[in-house]
């Protein structure tokens, strides 16, 4: 979970494909990832809402991701603990 968040954290945008390449590992394990790091998780009980996806307007079966609101904030808080 924690590699999946910086790397949307890290760049932002990208599809979970291109996430798991980076990550070396499946796009279904990256999808299950992110999925339980978003608002509602893959077993339709509350997430962590740090991460949401979004349809690639040029694309729309392509879907991207980015943080949410408290996903920026996390990372802020992280900045700063290593001040």
Known sequence: ????????????????SEY???????QSLMTRHLADLG???R??????GLVEGYDDLMDRRNRRMRLTTKGK?????MCEAFK
């Open 1 to 16: 979970y924690v590699k999946a968040f910086l790397l949307v954290a890290t760049d932002e945008h990208q599809n979970v």
């Open 20 to 26: 798991a390449k980076r990550a070396g590992t499946s």
């Open 43 to 48: 077993h339709h009980k509350e997430g962590f």
């Open 39 to 41: 608002e509602v998780n």
């Open 73 to 77: 904030h996390v990372v802020w808080e």
